[in-house]
């Protein structure tokens, strides 16, 4: 039944596809046709009666078909009626052809008529324009284009290249004329006169204008996600028959552009285009039309080759330079292109190559310990066993490189060849039509590129949340792009000024630039971030150079770069290279250019002075100025009253920016990494590019003196590469770049070795970002804190805790010490832990002993001496200034900390000795049992870590960065954009999980030092081969527990989800609530302190023994202890958690521990006897109402979220372990919710 459905459907979307086709048939012959009855050959085209109604039905059956339901089957038959071939391009030319002849009789007899229904005639010749413009509009691929869409995509690409030849062609492209004489026409018309229909006719011709321009062969790869099929396509396949890429390229567009004056009148437009005309019409027109013009163009190749001066200068071959102007075609460029690759290689061959006297013998075989045999042919094998071993690798196979994803440049509904012209490719042009270009681009820029530039940024500047990303591509580009030729232009041409490019840095340009950049590297739109980069490079070069020229109106200058340093846009334009080595060459290309650019603008301006920026002030001042103020200002600076009152009176604070702590933001290793692997693949680079790279390393090496980030085993084998005699070429001028920097490389490690041996085995793993170990590496020493005027750190602060006011002050204090304590022990701080407690120990017998003297001899009210508190071994007084918790717990306990560097730290003789008995038990106490927070989160999350007044540990030096502190990149609380990782809860427990052990041994782990990750086996077969070496000391079953392991100590954080859902669907808990409420309800909803303690006994007493109690409890219950029966046949049916029992965590946690050790002690059972007992006791327990209810709610809770994962995750398995790990969190979350569940 349902086949019979599909092939009903079928049949009939075949039969109105059919019913379509027909009517396109019957229009297309409505239309006209040749006239054979003329004597004239070939005979003329002829209009049917109905032209103009076909015309119009044609256009309304694209709109209803293409438009509406999202198909190309209207322009597919077109297409094969070749209605724009055969019939709209006669048309077009026969009535421009009419109107070029009644022009001219018109020229001469004035009194000449216009040719006979020439407003009929007109109104065909605009229909026709528009069906053109709808035939040869760009086609588009997305996400959302339909299958009818992607099957035709590549047939209508083939077709459109046919129109394209055709129209360019067809008697030398006059219908571009046709269409310049239709736009003339509303041209005539006076600007006030002119209704939106003639603004549409304009914007009609330049969308015409822009599609012949833009018309290209079909992209393999349409986009991420859809692909054309790959069957052994080539190039060639997406050129339809008698098409070639000379007749649709550039250089043929230039060539009809020129002769039929579109040229002329698109300099016409744009140098009018504020005063004659409607700019919301034609700008963006105009702009594409500019962009597709120059996307595929290298600038340097419009000017002429033996141009070399600066950075731009390259070495170009002879045979080159002089076969290039007797190629006329471009197929024959790539060849001669071809030929002297083929030269080059002809010349490595015969350098390798033995004679032929000594090719006798040579063969080299080599078994490998598979038993298979690799043999190398020559003689040159058996002299220098490198060169076997090349051959050998010469020989393997070459996998080609499979681009990932985010290295493809091509975005949703962008061609791929949007960025060619920062690729470098040569664009073949004529001799003559090079010059047409030129000069086209010339007059542009003289005319109206500021023009075009300030009304297209104004547009988008009110309209930049419609921005699409193509649009955005096209600015930034286009932008680029002139900027970037005038540059070049004003070196060898003392004519051209920069001055006519101003509008580029005009404050709003300068503004929508950033934004775009901004906005697109936040939204991880990488298409408009490469377009972004590239625009704000061209924008920093265009400030250096007129910098250099010393114009006298420097105002935008300087509004540009008292923003362009600004905090966030630093952080934005460092953050960029970081992420350079995961896309393409030209990526970090981009990335490398514009790094090197911001830093020399920056050092350009501190050269003269300290530069200042401006930021926005954080509090709102009142000015209190006087006369005296504004007359001195105006004397200094100037100026007049007004301006002087809106200097003093500015909302902004200036900041002074120092070059190295700019500087320092790109000494990182992810910047470092970029610039490697982009050297990596010099073969491929230029010399600039190479330059740039190595002038990077000398500010790193010399400047920056981080020496630590270039200590790197790849960067030495790649400089012996590009040194050795098969890497850059010894004519190259880069490699004296290469060579010098190498040998001063080289020089400096060989120091490093003899003064610090640790670089050794540095050399061999990535760099460690622990201050300590770093310091140790690059010195050989220990870093000694000598500076006096270093600020210790703020001690961490306590978060409001929740009930905290009705807590008594005993149970609060006890919370603090379990808060901090166990967020030491999670650090893995016990060795700072078991010092403090020794000292206080030692503290509190001095302190006694002090006493018991005085109190003979007295002297009750003599204090004893300050004991004064330092920590032994490797560690020096470090966590005592620098460790924000551990000065928190002193503070605690009553120690007063040291303030800065060179105090003392030590126990006030103040101190009572029963609060600091008190200290000492609580730190005991937590050291040995685990801490119970009331939220279930890790302790840490009640601190509050404040930041200092002065970061002195982090920037040793006085940089003059004091101003802008709240903007502070190196703090290591505040996390750089590009490190900001979102985790799942299953990363999250799973990490937990991973560490917990680890961290429960006291290990002490560094900040900033990473440390591999344990992958889930199930993902690794493919690597299992990788890891099958033997572990040695990993595990030793004969070595004796710690204390803290026979403990078995747990912080709240290291707790699993397995032991929470025990104890959460243990009946027991819900039974001693039961008796918690029947307490409260007994006792008017308030018990004593002590009836709380016995309560936590209690409760501890019935979990350990599986709901069997021992003690005595008459003065809690005031008699027997009723039955839990009896308790619930007398309550109400509200079974919620109450929050005094919560509240209680600490006391049951407490009397839990003395539980077990007691326990321990008189039966002698194991942890996992008691587990089990509780498990067996848990099995054979009839479950209570209570818990059937949290049962069944927790469970429809779990098969909610299972399904909502199963929806979304691609792995079954780690499904599960998500929806057991969610489950387990949302029960905690039941039970520490409070009183507005009842």
Known sequence: MSADLQQGTTNAADFSLTVLRARIALLATAIGGPDYTSQIDPPPYKLGDDCLACLKDLKRWFKLVDDQQK?????????????????????????????????????????????????????????????????????????????????????????????????LSMESGKVLRAAIRLALDVIKIDRLSRTPRDNMVLKLVLNFFRNVIAIEPGEFTINTKKSMPKKGITSIDTLPPNVSMDDISLNTVISSFHKNKVFGFLLTLTSSLSKEFDQDFINIPLLEIMFYFTKDVNQELLFPRQFETGTHSKVVNKNESSSANNIVTSAGFELSKLLQKEHQMRKNVIKHTSARHSRFGGLLSIQTPDKTRLTVSGSQALVDEKIALQKLDDSKKWNKRII???????????????????????????????????EFINNFIDSGFNILLHSVTNYFTTEQDRMVTLEQVEYLLFFAWFVQYQLL??????????????????????????????????????????????????????????????????????????????????QLLSNLPKIGSKYSLQFMKSCIELTHSVLKVLEQYSDDKTLVIEGKSRRQKKFNISEDDITKLIKEENVDRDEALDILTSSLRSIEVNFQKVQANYMTEPVIETYINFLERFRELEDDSIKKVFSFFHRVFVQAKEQALLFRFDLIILLREMLSPDGLDRMSRSRKYVSQFSDYFLAR????????????????FPPLHNSEVGFYQRYGEYNVLNNESMYAAPASQFKPIPDEEALPPSILLDMKYGILVSTLLDDG??????????????????????LTVNVNAGKETVNPPNEYFTLTGVLNNDPIFKDKDYRALLLLIGYSIPRKINEPCFLPGTVEVSDLTVSCELVKKYLSTPFETPNGLPSSSYLLRVRSEKDSFSHNEQDGWEGDDDYDYNDPYIVPDDQILSKSDAAYFKDLDNNASDKLKGTKFSKGIARSKKKDKRKRRKGEAKTNLPMFGDQDDERPQTV??????????????????????????????????????????????????????????????????TGDYTSLFGGSIPSIESIRAT???????????????????????????????????????????????????????????????????????????????????????????LFGKKSRVVLSQGDSDD
């Open 71 to 167: 198909r190309w089957d209207v322009a597919m038959a077109v297409a094969e009626y070749r209605i724009l071939t055969d019939d709209l391009l006669p048309i077009l030319i026969d009535w421009e052809n009419k109107c070029s002849l009644a022009a001219k009789l018109a020229k001469n007899n004035p009194d000449h008529e216009e040719f006979r229904n020439k407003a009929y005639y007109d109104k065909i010749a605009l229909n026709c324009l528009q069906l053109l413009v709808l035939m040869t509009w760009p086609l588009i691929v997305t996400e959302q284009s339909s299958s009818n869409q992607i099957t035709l995509y590549g047939e209508l690409k083939k077709h459109q290249l046919v129109y394209k030849k055709t129209i």
């Open 404 to 438: 990932k994803k985010h290295q493809s440049v091509a975005a949703e509904g962008l061609p791929n060849s949007l960025l060619n012209s920062q690729t470098g490719k040569a664009i073949f042009f004529t001799e003559s039509n090079g010059k047409h270009f030129k």
């Open 489 to 570: 232009r004003s070196k060898i041409d003392n004519s051209a000024d920069i001055k006519q490019v101003s509008e580029a840095l005009k404050e709003v340009t300068f503004i929508l630039v950033s934004s775009l950049l901004r906005s697109a590297y936040d939204l991880k739109n990488w298409t408009v971030t490469h377009a972004g980069m590239i625009a704000f490079n061209e924008l920093l070069n265009l400030v250096s150079r007129t910098k250099a020229a010393q114009e006298e109106d420097s105002t935008d200058i300087e509004f540009i770069v008292s923003r362009l340093f600004s905090d966030e846009r630093i």
């Open 749 to 764: 490690l060989k120091k490093s070795l003899k003064k610090s041996p640790a670089w050794f085995v540095g050399l061999l």
């Open 829 to 850: 701080k016990t060795e700072l832990l078991d010092q403090l407690l020794k000292h206080i120990t030692h503290t509190l017998d001095i302190f006694k002993s002090w």
């Open 1044 to 1109: 803290r392991e026979r403990h078995g100590v747990f912080s709240k954080e290291f707790i699993s989800d397995s032991e929470d859902d025990e104890d959460l669907m243990n009946p027991i808990f819900f039974e001693n609530e039961t008796y918690m409420r029947w307490l409260l309800d007994k006792n008017n909803g308030q018990l004593t302190e002590d009836r709380y303690i016995q309560f936590a006994k209690f409760a501890a007493e019935r979990m350990n023994n599986g709901g069997v109690v």
């Open 1131 to 1221: 309550e109400s049916s509200s079974f919620a958690p109450d929050k005094s029992l919560i509240s209680l965590a600490s006391h049951v946690a407490s009397e839990m521990s003395i539980f077990d050790v007691n326990n321990n002690n008189n039966n002698q059972l194991s942890d996992d006897d008691v587990n089990s007992e509780s498990r067996n006791s848990l099995g054979s327990s009839q479950p209570s109402n209570s818990q059937n209810m949290f049962q069944s709610e927790v469970y429809s809770r779990k098969e909610s979220t299972k399904r909502s994962l199963e929806a979304s995750a691609a792995d079954e398995s780690d499904e599960d372990e998500e929806a057991i790990r």
